[in-house]
């Protein structure tokens, strides 16, 4: 057992916190890696808030995790001391069932053991996530991540990122395709940079003119402020994918109605209430909607290699440990651009 130092809630309505825990001995099967950023997602929050149902406290949250491999085990193969590393949200899953079989594994019909706010397979000891000096993890669920991107532009890529390549992938976003995305946030600017980088023709359906040129410069060729009157009406019968990044109560009725033949609405945010859908907006021209949620981890292995090969990284704001509360605060008000990244030193 190691112990570390990170930051962690110790119940949902307090500040996060310093906080000393152990780290569990490096087994065969696994490595140590130590943290070097750690995106802050707001997931996080919600989690560290008790905002998605009861939660396991002390909570060290972080689930965008860079480092260097220090310690490898015996049995390892796939990673040695020096190694550039990446952990995502998930840190375990039973390799036992048809998903895991398939390499699905973030489908795991056990559930996977979630990177914090968990309990390993035991079902007694929790986890603790990136929110720390170093984390021990199976080496099995870990990434490689590129060495010429930039590690602070990186760290969001093991959630954000690939939260929104898996689904582009898997409606087959690309050249001759149209990509509407809503929202421009965390998830959202990483949505229209791999989907630019990908080939596809990108529009930014936003609620102002706030962050059009910013959507611009990350290639966009289009920006559409959907609180003018009629701007989704001339859309109608235009995209093949949209991606909504949005955590907001809408109605998603008008947005279907911009959908081409066979087109789908990609849900990514999650809102506080259930959809109201009309059954006709998806009638009508073979329209779907559907949802999207991480990836495996082979997955998102291809997408920093794809984010490699493009030089796609996520726009940051690094910060300190003890700024970390503050950061929860202006995530909360949507004013960042466009992750915030804790920069493992501090802690």
């Known amino acids: 057992m190691t112990k570390v130092r990170g930051y962690a809630a110790l119940g949902p309505s307090e500040k996060l916190t310093a ?21 802050i997602c707001h997931s996080d929050i919600h ?74 397979y035991d079902g007694v000891t929790p986890t603790y996530g990136g929110y720390a000096q170093s984390i021990v993890i199976k080496a099995n669920h870990a990434v490689h991540v590129p060495e010429n991107l930039d590690r602070k532009g990186v760290a969001p890529l093991l959630c954000a990122g690939i939260t929104t390549y898996s689904p582009l992938k898997q409606w087959k976003a690309g050249p001759g395709k149209k990509v509407a995305v809503m929202g421009l946030g965390g998830l959202g600017h990483m949505a229209v940079k791999i989907a630019v980088a990908m080939g596809a023709q990108v529009t930014v359906l936003s609620h102002s003119d706030n962050k059009k040129s910013d959507a611009l410069a990350m290639g966009a060729k289009t920006f559409i402020n959907t609180s003018e009157k009629n701007s989704l009406t001339e859309l109608r019968n235009t995209f093949d994918i949209i991606i909504n990044t949005v955590s907001a109560d809408l109605d998603l009725g008008p947005y279907l109605d911009t959908l081409r033949m066979h087109g789908s609405l990609v849900v990514v945010g999650i809102p506080e209430k259930s959809y109201a859908i009309s059954p006709n907006n998806l009638l009508s021209r073979q329209r779907s909607l559907s949802g999207s949620s991480i990836g495996s981890i082979k997955e998102t292995q291809e997408m920093l290699d794809f984010c490699a090969k493009h030089n796609v990284v996520s726009d940051v704001e690094v910060i300190t ?27």
Not at 22 to 36: K, L, M, Q, S
Not at 65 to 82: A, H, L, P, Y
Not at 321 to 333: M, P, Q
């Open 47 to 120: 989690q560290a808030r008790e905002e998605w149902g009861s939660a396991i406290f002390p909570m060290v949250p972080g689930h965008e995790i860079v480092g260097r491999v220090t310690e490898v085990g015996s049995d390892v193969s796939n990673f040695k001391v020096g190694d550039l590393a990446g952990i995502g949200c998930y840190v375990d899953s039973c390799g036992n069932c048809e998903y895991c079989q398939t390499g699905e594994s973030h489908w795991c019909l056990k559930s996977p053991v979630w990177t914090y706010n968990g309990l390993e």
């Open 19 to 39: 906080y000393e825990f152990e780290r569990r001995a490096v087994g065969a099967a696994d490595i140590n890696i130590e943290i070097e950023f750690a995106g």
């Open 321 to 347: 440990a003890v700024e970390i509360n503050d950061a929860y605060d202006r995530v909360v008000k949507s004013d960042v651009k466009y992750r915030f990244v804790i920069d493992a030193k501090t802690f």
